[in-house]
């Protein structure tokens, strides 16, 4: 019988509930989820005193609990942005990882906290435009130069006293849970812990938070089971990886290459240090380390790096030299697979979504299936966290399971982020509804996005997976049929869609 893997996830969204189960799965596990219901839905907060009863439950069953600290202090992520929860109510909300410590000492504990971005929810066209104010304000609070503290003093008139006084209540009570995490990792009631930085600049007050709490860590002395580094809701992801590699005594060994060594030291979007130190991060979280030389390693991690120039401009010129770069790139990673290597690819060119010159020459030059991971959704450290997990967990024993999670992130980064999601948008806002938050017209567009992806994911499979073979631990497995196409918004907004599908094998 399998070891058994609970999850108290961050909230409802696939990122955080679906990708982990299929994982495990690939990995050969399956993972124990709290009930729905209990994890709050979109702006309604989970119920963290049932989960800390669930949590208290799995103890006699699991080998090891991933948990995520926001879910049980606050209800999740969301409800971490608003100051609604006191500190000491926090605080007595996660005393329950010290009961379950107390009760069951053999289990394994890993766990993961966020750094609470530099801004708020963007539920609405107006909260949009406090969201960038606020953004640009936790900047501004980073820098000293005097034409940045006049432009901070200006944004501090403009901006609704409440909403300020909770942005820094809410930033401050975060940062003392963080700190209490990482003394729980002293007193070995956690195991491990990630800090995820959540979406940031390269200014602003999490710089200091970071650093305090990195020095909190070695000053008792858990550096080597303390990770920051940016991300969020791929947290679980790295987690399941972690415990997978520790169990099975491995540390896969990573080759990295960048489309571009300007783009390696180029700061993401939504991110506060260059890429380089975020890749170098994410694989030292999951366990596994950075080889310089290719014959070393166990897999490829080819890095579409942030070009810098806008999408649309790049498309418009194949000559551009972003485009080039692509092109280069793209020859680089068919070269690899040609030469039998195992390759990750991590799409982090823009944020929210694959690239859609590299997925054009993608499918020109390769069959799909070959790759081992890709991802090109969210932040940076959404997909590498992603691309990683993936990448270590997949040993060839679960091909279905593996093309499964494969096609679900091209039908998720590239057809819908990249290709729908925008047509979508527009035509909504043309109606005078917000993406934001659809209202009373969020069945209506479910249905619309259902109906138009699955046409374009079912036309995807027929051209770039039907038919393909992959490698087995066995030999090889041909991909047959895609029986089930389920494809939904999970929360009444476009940011993120819900995909499930089924796909046989033939022979």
Same mark, same amino acid.
């Given at each position: ?86 500190? %000491? ?8 990882? %010290? ?24 539920? %609405? ?118 415990? +997978? ?27 506060? &240090? ?16 950075? +080889? ?42 068919? &070269? ?172």
């Amino acid at each position: 019988m399998a070891e058994r893997i609970a999850l108290i996830p961050l909230d409802t969204r696939p990122c955080n509930v679906r990708f982990p189960a299929q994982l495990a799965r690939l990995a050969g596990y399956k993972l124990q989820l709290p009930p729905l219901s209990l994890l709050g839905q979109f702006t309604t907060p989970g119920q963290p005193e049932p989960l800390s009863e669930w949590f208290l439950a799995q103890g006699a069953e699991a080998k090891v609990v991933l948990v995520s600290a926001d879910m049980l202090a606050y209800g999740g992520l969301i409800a971490s942005r608003t100051p609604d929860v006191s500190l %000491s109510h926090a605080q007595q909300r996660l005393s329950v990882l %010290s009961r379950f410590r107390q009760q069951f000492p053999s289990v394994t504990v890993y766990a993961s906290n966020v750094l609470m971005r530099t801004s708020l929810t963007a539920s %609405s066209p107006e909260n949009l435009r406090y969201w960038r104010q606020l953004h640009r304000y936790s900047e501004l609070l980073g820098r000293r130069e005097r034409t940045a503290q006049q432009e901070r003093e200006q944004l501090e008139r403009d901006l609704p006293p409440a909403l300020l006084q909770a942005y820094h209540t809410a930033r401050a009570r975060n940062h003392a849970v963080n700190r209490q995490m990482v003394e729980y990792v002293a007193a070995g009631v956690v195991d491990y812990l990630i800090l995820t930085q959540e979406d940031a600049a390269e200014f602003g007050p999490h710089r200091e938070e970071q650093m305090a709490l990195r020095a909190l860590a070695a000053d008792l002395g858990v550096s080597e089971r303390v990770s920051l580094h940016p991300g969020a809701s791929e947290a679980a992801l790295t987690l399941l990886a972690r415990w +997978v590699n520790t169990a099975r005594q491995r540390a896969p060994r990573v080759a990295v290459y960048y489309a571009s060594a300007g783009g390696a030291e180029r700061i993401s979007p939504f991110e506060d &240090r260059p890429l380089r130190e975020t890749v170098e991060a994410h694989v030292g979280a999951i366990g596994a380390e950075i +080889v310089p030389a290719e014959g070393q390693a166990d897999f490829l991690l080819l890095v579409n790096t942030p070009r810098g120039p806008g999408r649309r401009e790049v498309e418009q010129d194949p000559q551009s030299p972003g485009a080039v770069q692509v092109q280069r790139f793209v020859d680089t990673l068919a &070269r690899a697979l040609e030469q039998g290597w195992t390759v990750a690819l991590a799409d982090v060119a823009f944020p929210n979504g694959a690239d859609t010159l590299l997925m054009e020459l993608l499918t020109q030059r390769i069959e799909l299936p070959r790759l081992t991971a890709y991802a090109g959704w969210d932040t940076a450290g959404n997909t590498l966290g992603t691309v990683l997990a993936q990448a270590c967990l997949h040993d060839g024993r679960q091909p279905a399971a593996q093309v499964e999670f494969l096609f679900s992130r091209f039908v998720d980064d590239y057809l819908y982020q990249s290709l729908l999601r925008p047509q979508i948008n527009a035509e909504l806002e043309r109606q005078g509804l917000s993406p934001l938050n659809l209202g009373e017209a969020y069945e209506l567009v479910k249905r619309e996005v259902a109906q138009r992806l699955e046409i374009q994911a079912r036309e995807f499979f027929d051209r770039h997976f039907r038919g393909c073979r992959v490698t087995t631990a066995s030999g090889q497995w041909q991909i047959g049929k895609l029986v089930r196409c389920d494809l939904t918004l999970p929360w009444p907004r476009t940011f993120e869609v819900e995909v499930a599908v089924e796909i046989t094998g033939e022979g």
